[in-house]
């Protein structure tokens, strides 16, 4: 599978179980709509001998782990840049593989926050309460409690135990 790791392919998760092409092309069979991604620049092939992966004649190339490739096995932690995004390759089970996109879409959410919702999201995950959240990050509990307002709101949650769920899901605790 190729799991999306930089700012632009966060939450993306490919399972790669027939052939596929990676490109900014809407029929992509991995749709990657950012600048450095040809229409159609590389593809995934599975084959006996593992996932085999093949630039298309990209115009900013495809490379594999920071080498410029044309083709190539993949082998698991492998990373691929093509154009201006990069993923991790990966082999997982279909238990690790659900897991893998849960864990991509919490971080997606949490990513829609900003960097100080973040670390109040976090404080929260550790159990901290709005007062020692204050102390910590050196401001207001009324500003603590100010930033839980609107990341509740961001990310359509409730309580305190389902944000520090989320945080949990998405590995950041």
Sequence with gaps: ??????????????????????????DAGVCVPFEGVSRRHAELLPTPEGIRLRDLGSTNGTAVNGAEVT???L?????????SVEFEF??????????VRDRAVARQRVAQLSPREREVALAIARG????????????????????????YERLELRTRTALAGL?????LQ
């Design 1 to 26: 599978m190729l799991v999306g790791i930089d700012a632009q392919t966060v939450g993306m998760v490919v399972a790669v179980e027939h052939p596929l092409w990676i490109g900014r092309d809407e």
């Design 71 to 73: 083709e190539v096995f």
């Design 128 to 151: 901290l309460k709005s007062a020692e959240i204050a102390k910590q990050l050196h401001i207001s509990t009324r500003t603590v409690n100010t930033h839980l307002e609107h990341i």
């Design 90 to 99: 990966r082999i997982e089970t279909r238990a690790g593989l659900i897991e």
């Design 167 to 171: 945080v949990a899901r998405a590995g």
């Design 75 to 83: 082998t698991p932690g492998d990373r691929l840049q093509l154009g």
